[in-house]
Nanobody, 124 residues
Framework: QVQLVESGGGLVQAGGSLRLSCAAS????????MAWFRQAPGKEREFVAS????????YYAGSVKGRFTISRDNAKNTVYLQMGSLKPEDTAVYYC?????????????????WGRGTQVTVSS
């Protein structure tokens, strides 16, 4: 079973940038599509971005397209989320997970245990 640890969150002003990391252990994730999700207070967990096994294909939620970039380094067993032009509505706990498909990823199509996530807070 793979274990996932998210890091890199913090407090940032609107318009700023952050880079999140998702480090996997227990087994290699090179054969898995991976995705980032987020959950804001009082809201359901939602899809943010996904990336194919080799990193060739990426998909984004409309709300972050053009501002966020997902990438991966299979040699380091790590997935990243570069976030730019941050907005207060991006405030949430961010999680990563392995997904059944890089397309149409949802929180119900994951197959690893959820990590603790990393808190991102964007001030206006």
């Amino acid at each position: 079973q793979v274990q996932l640890v998210e890091s890199g969150g913090g407090l940032v002003q609107a318009g700023g940038s952050l880079r999140l990391s998702c480090a996997a252990s227990g087994r290699a994730i090179s054969m898995d599509a991976m995705a980032w999700f987020r959950q804001a207070p009082g809201k359901e967990r939602e899809f943010v971005a996904s990336i194919s096994r080799g990193g060739i294909s990426t998909y984004y939620a409309g709300s972050v397209k053009g501002r966020f970039t997902i990438s991966r380094d299979n040699a380091k067993n790590t997935v990243y989320l570069q976030m730019g032009s941050l907005k207060p509505e991006d405030t949430a706990v961010y999680y990563c997970n392995a997904v059944l498909s890089v397309v149409a990823s949802t929180p119900t199509t994951v197959f690893a245990s959820w990590g603790r996530g990393t808190q991102v807070t964007v001030s206006s």
